[in-house]
């Protein structure tokens, strides 16, 4: 069986977007595959972070993955920071990078021009990246399209590594999922869905309650003509909704367009809100069980010894192929 992983960051709570581009899909992988889902929490800290505020998006993050329906049964669910070995090793891996390799991630582009002072590690998180994803031999590794470039970098580094000294990682394969891997900001549909958006009516948060979810639907961006058809080109924003609306409620978006054959806008809109809190409310109501109990602490405790476990194990080989330490072990 192939082994996948995935790391999401504790960065605020997760979008729609998220949800349905990325989680969703985790739900149904974690039958067919070994997939261990990690907090980056390290990540996170790349940009100033409020210390109370991160542990809060921390354990509200692991319990959305449960929630969602990720099983600590068939997954290994875990905190970055609890796991030394990613840390030790994304800084062996950054002592295989190369500064212009860095220089040339576009989000790095994107995070520091026009900054007077830029952290370090948005230049060298690519390598941590790396070190989160060899460390459990991952064959798979499913990213929306803007984490490509990292995706390529890793694999480079891995091929690096083995060649100059030991044959030990595993090159990972990029997954993007082809349905719901981008959904849209519900106000441009040329920006992705983000909770890093000022603009909080650009898009739905996973615990969003009903009138907030409505109230955002019935505000998104639509198009000039009020006919409900799917054309991506020319409506780039209805083509979005639609998306949203079959990936919710599990209806092709032929099937929805000829529901709404003769209909506007309002009724569309009305009815994707209404799908929307529905598929929603299963995971909100085990969301609320989970984010203060007992029960999260101990998912959390055995992924962190599963992890633990299986990632020291790659770091000893690394360390040996690397020369480091007094002894084999």
Known sequence: MKTVFSGIQPSGTLTL?????????FVEMQNDYHCYFCIVDQHAITVPQDRLKLRQNIKSLAALYIAVGIDPDKSTLFIQSEV????????MMQCVSYIGELERMTQFKDKSTGKEAVS??????????????????TDIVPVG????????????????????????????????PKVGARIMSLNDPTKKMSKSNPNEKSYISMLDDEKTIMKKMKSAVTDSDNSVHYDKESKPALANLLSIYSLCSGKSIEEITAMYTGKGYGDFKQDLGEVVVEALRPIQERYYELINSEELDQILDMGQEKANKVAQKMLAKAERAMGLGRKQR
Do not use: C
């Open 145 to 176: 399209e803007d984490q490509k470039q990292h995706l390529e970098l890793t694999r480079d580094l891995a091929e690096r590594f083995n060649k100059k000294y030991n044959d030990i990682f595993t090159i990972p394969e990029v997954k993007i």
């Open 84 to 91: 030394p070995a990613h840390a030790q090793l994304g800084w």
């Open 120 to 137: 370090a590690s948005l230049l060298t998180y690519p390598p941590l990246m790396a070190a989160d994803i060899l460390l459990y031999q």
């Open 17 to 25: 977007g998220n949800y349905l581009g990325a989680m969703k899909h």
